[in-house]
């Protein structure tokens, strides 16, 4: 099973990171794409991955930082994949919710996130909370169709232009407790989509309110077989073939 989208970088795990990767390990997780945010959590993914090989980092700069700063500690992040082998390029993508970070400079940085990874031939994790239009925009100027909208909570028809564009869906416990986004799941096709957990944040609904962990990504899985009206290792087995289709999971074997 791989979780593809998690934040083991964050510091709510600082005290009991070994004991969440054995419960990830028996959940039978063999693979965590394990996303920065920022420059130093970004770095931190790099140095997690040295200790656990199953951890495969991803490194970018999160739109709810501040953009304008961040568009000059962008170059940190090119730095760190010109020096170390990372998996995909993010968390990047718009933030039009919580609107940290004037729009324009989001726009901005998204951009230079895409150009990074068309030169290093890198897919792409896409934050996309209440932006799902502008980044369609975005990607079809920019012409690079290799990724994931992550978190998807998007509209059925926002799905399919997504999907067109050659992109995958990523869903978490979010599928768990919105209707919404459990109607639209039903309606897509199960080659384009991936289970994540996004750990710590949005656990599933047995653990609402409480730290997310990738060892609960067993319970959206079951949760999502449900409703599909397939049996769990059917769909992990559709969903791990997805990741390992996205992410070149075949390059990592050998780490």
Same mark, same amino acid.
């Given at each position: ?6 934040? %083991? ?14 419960? !990830? ?32 980092? !991803? ?6 930082? !501040? ?22 390029? @993010?968390?990047?993508?718009? $933030?039009?919710? =919580? ?9 901005? &940085? ?8 068309? /030169? ?13 239009? /502008? ?10 169709? =290799? ?13 399919? %232009?997504? %999907? ?5 869906? @990523? ?7 919105? =209707? ?10 199960? $080659? #384009? ?14 653990? #609402? @309110? ?7 990504? &067993? ?6 077989? @449900? ?9 992990? /087995?559709?969903? $791990? !073939? ?14």
């Amino acid at each position: 099973m791989v979780d593809t989208h998690c934040h %083991l970088v964050d510091p709510q795990f600082n005290r009991d990171l070994e004991d969440v990767l054995k419960r !990830a390990e028996h959940a039978g997780i063999d693979k965590i794409i394990n996303a920065g945010y920022d420059v130093s959590t970004s770095k931190i993914a790099i140095d997690q991955a040295k200790r656990y090989e199953w951890l495969l980092p !991803a490194v970018g700069i999160h739109p709810n930082e !501040a953009a304008e700063q961040s568009l000059v500690e962008m170059g940190g992040i090119t730095d760190i994949i010109e020096n170390n082998r990372v998996c995909a390029v @993010g968390e990047t993508g718009l $933030d039009y919710y =919580r609107d940290f970070s004037p729009r324009k400079a989001q726009r901005e &940085l998204f951009r230079k996130h895409i150009n990074l990874a068309r /030169d290093k031939n890198l897919p792409l994790l896409i934050h996309n909370r209440n932006s799902i239009d /502008d980044a369609i925009r975005i990607l079809k100027e920019e012409k690079y169709h =290799r990724g994931v909208f992550h978190c998807y909570s998007g509209s059925y028809e926002q799905a399919k %232009l997504i %999907l067109g564009m050659g992109y995958f869906l @990523g869903f978490g416990g979010i599928l768990t407790f919105s =209707r919404q986004t459990r109607d639209v799941f039903k309606k897509l096709p199960t $080659d #384009r989509i991936i289970l994540e957990t996004d750990s710590p944040f949005l656990a599933p609904t047995g653990h #609402r @309110g409480q730290r997310n962990e990738p060892s609960y990504i &067993l319970e959206t899985l079951n949760f999502a077989a @449900g409703t599909l009206e397939m049996l769990p290792e059917r769909l992990e /087995d559709i969903i $791990d !073939a997805n990741a390992k289709k996205l992410f070149h999971l075949e390059e990592w074997e050998n780490v």
